[in-house]
């Protein structure tokens, strides 16, 4: 059985960092294209950064030089971090595992709030 969970979500301050990671059970993090979404209150949910299985990125504007992932293949994790955080990012985060047979799994999410 597959499980993702993320964990490093918290409180922090404007312009703080957080990182954030999602430890993988039940498959291999290098199997699979990994990506980080957030939903903030009232809003869809939207991408905030993705890599491939071949190791290409991809971010939004928003998260472009701010944030990065990075996947670890000895832990079974990918992270993602966060720097110069601002109340915009205020958002419940979760990632996200897929790969080219249809395989889509998602974590429970971990809440980042940014304030002063």
């Known amino acids: 059985q597959v499980e993702l969970a993320e964990s490093g979500g918290g409180w922090v301050q404007p312009g703080g960092s957080l990182r954030l990671s999602c430890a993988g059970a039940g498959l291999s993090v290098v199997d699979f294209g990994w990506n980080w979404y957030r939903q903030a209150p009232g809003k869809e949910r939207e991408l905030v950064a993705a890599?491939?299985?071949?190791?290409?990125?991809y971010y939004p504007e928003f998260a472009k030089v701010r944030f990065t992932i990075a996947r670890d293949y000895e832990k079974n994790e990918v992270f993602l971090q966060m720097n110069s955080l601002k109340p915009e990012d205020t958002a419940v985060y979760y990632c996200?595992?897929?790969?080219?047979?249809?395989?889509?799994?998602w974590g429970q999410g971990t809440q980042v709030t940014e304030s002063s």
């Open positions: 890599v491939g299985d071949n190791g290409g990125s």
């Open positions: 996200n595992a897929r790969n080219l047979w249809g395989a889509d799994y």
